[in-house]
Nanobody
Framework: QVQLEESGGGLVQAGGSLNLSCTTP????????MAWFRQFPEKERALVAA???????YLPDSVKDRFTISGDSAKSTVYLQMQNLKPEDTAVYYC??????????????????????WGQGTQVTVSS
């Protein structure tokens, strides 16, 4: 397991943008897949983006037109850039890491169960 530190959550108006950061102080590298999940109240964590240090990316159709995931290996940091935010994007966002193939994720219904390393979560609130 690896340590993950998230930052960048907060309050934003609908239509606005927010950038989240996830830093791995212990430095991760291939073959870790990095991912962002979000959790609505009383719901399971849902995958919103995944990234590998070799540049592969996966975003579900529900967010791929508005969210972008990227990484800076020199800083051991993965970013989630969210644009045109909507009130329904309000959730706690979590960073996660696991040694698995990113190609696994589109086929898995409960992707969060595959990840063992998690950040503490950061609240994103979008006001209407």
């Amino acid at each position: 397991q690896v340590q993950l530190e998230e930052s960048g959550g907060g309050l934003v108006q609908a239509g606005g943008s927010l950038n989240l950061s996830c830093t791995t102080p212990g430095r991760t590298s291939s073959p870790y897949t990095m991912a962002w999940f979000r959790q609505f109240p009383e719901k399971e964590r849902a995958l919103v983006a995944a990234f590998t240090w070799t540049g592969d990316r996966y975003l579900p159709d529900s967010v791929k037109d508005r969210f972008t995931i990227s990484g800076d290996s020199a800083k051991s940091t993965v970013y989630l850039q969210m644009q045109n935010l909507k009130p329904e994007d309000t959730a706690v966002y979590y960073c996660a890491a696991e040694r698995l193939s990113i190609r696994t994720l589109p086929r898995v219904l409960r992707a969060w169960t595959l990840f063992r390393s998690w950040g503490q979560g950061t609240q994103v609130t979008v006001s209407s």
